[in-house]
Protein backbone atom coordinates (compact mmCIF):
# COMPACT_ATOMS: atom_id res chain seq x y z
CA UNK A 1 0.00 0.00 0.00
CA UNK A 2 1.65 3.47 -1.25
CA UNK A 3 1.24 5.77 1.35
CA UNK A 4 2.70 9.53 1.01
CA UNK A 5 2.55 11.47 4.20
CA UNK A 6 2.83 15.38 4.04
CA UNK A 7 4.48 17.75 7.13
CA UNK A 8 5.60 21.05 7.85
CA UNK A 9 3.35 23.04 7.23
CA UNK A 10 1.92 26.10 9.24
CA UNK A 11 1.77 29.84 9.85
CA UNK A 12 4.54 31.75 9.15
CA UNK A 13 4.80 35.78 7.94
CA UNK A 14 5.91 37.27 4.86
CA UNK A 15 9.93 36.77 3.85
CA UNK A 16 10.04 33.53 6.16
CA UNK A 17 10.80 29.86 5.55
CA UNK A 18 9.18 26.62 5.66
CA UNK A 19 10.52 23.26 4.36
CA UNK A 20 7.80 20.51 3.91
CA UNK A 21 8.71 16.98 3.78
CA UNK A 22 6.90 14.46 1.91
CA UNK A 23 7.44 10.55 3.38
CA UNK A 24 6.54 8.25 0.67
CA UNK A 25 5.99 3.90 2.10
CA UNK A 26 5.27 0.97 -0.11
CA UNK A 27 6.72 1.94 -3.83
CA UNK A 28 10.15 2.00 -5.67
CA UNK A 29 11.37 5.86 -4.58
CA UNK A 30 13.98 6.05 -7.05
CA UNK A 31 11.77 4.97 -9.91
CA UNK A 32 8.90 7.76 -8.50
CA UNK A 33 9.32 11.69 -10.04
CA UNK A 34 8.70 13.21 -6.93
CA UNK A 35 6.77 17.04 -6.66
CA UNK A 36 4.22 19.01 -5.10
CA UNK A 37 1.20 21.07 -6.60
CA UNK A 38 -0.65 23.76 -4.23
CA UNK A 39 -4.38 24.56 -4.35
CA UNK A 40 -6.37 27.42 -2.75
CA UNK A 41 -10.15 26.53 -2.84
CA UNK A 42 -11.99 28.31 -5.78
CA UNK A 43 -8.94 28.09 -7.74
CA UNK A 44 -7.42 25.88 -9.98
CA UNK A 45 -4.49 23.33 -8.88
CA UNK A 46 -1.16 24.88 -9.62
CA UNK A 47 2.07 22.16 -9.50
CA UNK A 48 5.29 23.94 -7.94
CA UNK A 49 8.07 21.73 -8.41
CA UNK A 50 8.92 18.27 -9.66
CA UNK A 51 12.01 16.20 -8.92
CA UNK A 52 12.37 13.89 -11.22
CA UNK A 53 14.37 10.60 -11.53
CA UNK A 54 18.55 11.37 -10.70
CA UNK A 55 20.11 12.92 -13.45
CA UNK A 56 17.27 14.80 -14.49
CA UNK A 57 16.88 18.51 -13.42
CA UNK A 58 13.86 19.78 -11.41
CA UNK A 59 11.43 22.07 -12.64
CA UNK A 60 9.68 24.54 -10.93
CA UNK A 61 6.43 27.01 -11.22
CA UNK A 62 7.09 30.70 -12.69
CA UNK A 63 5.44 32.09 -9.42
CA UNK A 64 8.13 30.17 -7.29
CA UNK A 65 11.62 30.30 -8.99
CA UNK A 66 14.25 31.32 -7.44
CA UNK A 67 12.20 30.67 -4.04
CA UNK A 68 11.67 27.34 -3.65
CA UNK A 69 14.16 24.53 -4.07
CA UNK A 70 12.47 20.91 -4.60
CA UNK A 71 15.38 17.79 -3.37
CA UNK A 72 14.68 14.24 -2.63
CA UNK A 73 16.63 11.79 -0.06
CA UNK A 74 16.14 8.52 -1.92
CA UNK A 75 17.97 6.63 0.94
CA UNK A 76 14.71 8.16 3.05
CA UNK A 77 12.50 7.92 0.72
CA UNK A 78 11.55 11.14 1.34
CA UNK A 79 11.06 14.30 -0.72
CA UNK A 80 11.65 18.44 0.55
CA UNK A 81 10.35 21.63 -0.72
CA UNK A 82 11.89 24.36 0.86
CA UNK A 83 10.18 27.58 0.56
CA UNK A 84 12.21 30.64 1.26
CA UNK A 85 10.80 34.11 0.85
CA UNK A 86 6.83 33.16 1.54
CA UNK A 87 4.29 35.69 0.43
CA UNK A 88 0.81 35.81 1.27
CA UNK A 89 0.06 34.37 -2.36
CA UNK A 90 1.82 31.32 -1.58
CA UNK A 91 -0.86 30.43 1.25
CA UNK A 92 -2.70 27.09 0.12
CA UNK A 93 -2.60 23.57 0.63
CA UNK A 94 0.33 21.98 -0.53
CA UNK A 95 -0.14 18.07 -2.28
CA UNK A 96 3.07 15.82 -2.61
CA UNK A 97 2.85 13.31 -5.64
CA UNK A 98 4.64 10.35 -6.57
CA UNK A 99 4.44 9.71 -10.54
CA UNK A 100 6.01 6.25 -11.59
CA UNK A 101 8.81 7.30 -14.19
CA UNK A 102 7.65 4.34 -16.40
CA UNK A 103 4.49 3.27 -15.69
CA UNK A 104 2.77 7.06 -15.27
CA UNK A 105 0.86 6.20 -12.42
CA UNK A 106 0.46 8.58 -9.83
CA UNK A 107 0.09 8.75 -5.84
CA UNK A 108 -1.13 11.55 -3.75
CA UNK A 109 -1.01 12.38 -0.37
CA UNK A 110 -3.40 14.62 1.72
CA UNK A 111 -2.29 17.72 2.01
CA UNK A 112 -0.17 20.59 4.31
CA UNK A 113 -1.58 24.04 4.61
CA UNK A 114 0.61 26.50 4.87
CA UNK A 115 -0.30 29.90 5.71
CA UNK A 116 1.37 33.24 5.02
CA UNK A 117 0.52 35.97 6.68
CA UNK A 118 1.74 38.89 9.45
Known amino acids: QVQLVESGGGLVQPGGSLRLSCAASGLSFRSFVMGWYRQVPGQEREEVARAPIEGQPPYYGDSVKGRFTISRDNAKDTAYLQMNTLKPDDTAVYYC???????????WGKGTLVTVSS
Open 97 to 107: YAEGHFSGIKY
